[in-house]
């Protein structure tokens, strides 16, 4: 009986850490395809900067790369979540060596480092664009003044 019981133990963990491989392949799966949608945006900012010198009326057909930018860092930031999470469900984990416990103590640090540089750049990215908005709207909101004033001069 005492066999079963370590064996269900045995297989419950193999499942476990199953379970965290596969997920985490999820993850760095999301983080490609993060990567791959910040290479997308960074060809789109190419385009828009030839067509500005060459075509300028194409700049029109080119989509938005802000959305493209925040969808890949919120991407990055939730999956990094994840990782950071393993770390410090790992840092727990009872009868570690002291060389495991430093390791783990600096794969939390490392963790966190990462996660706060990308939700530093979706912040500055947010910011930006919310900076830009309000210039554009105040730009816009005094060519509307000279444009009301300008036909109300004979």
Known sequence: MN???????????YEGQLS???????????????????????TLQRKQLIYSQECPERLESLPPVFPIR???????????CFFLHLALQSAQQPGQTPEQCL?????????FLVLAAALIRLFD????QRLSSCSQAEKGEEQAKSERAGACTP
């Open 3 to 13: 066999e079963n019981t370590e064996a269900d133990s045995l297989q419950s963990s």
């Open 20 to 42: 965290i491989l596969n997920q985490s392949l999820g993850f760095l799966l999301l983080v490609i395809f993060s990567v791959l949608l910040s290479f997308y945006a960074l």
């Open 70 to 80: 925040l969808l890949a860092g919120a991407i990055v930031s939730g999956s990094l």
């Open 103 to 111: 390791s783990s103590r600096r794969n939390i640090v490392a963790s």
């Open 125 to 128: 990215l947010s910011e930006i």
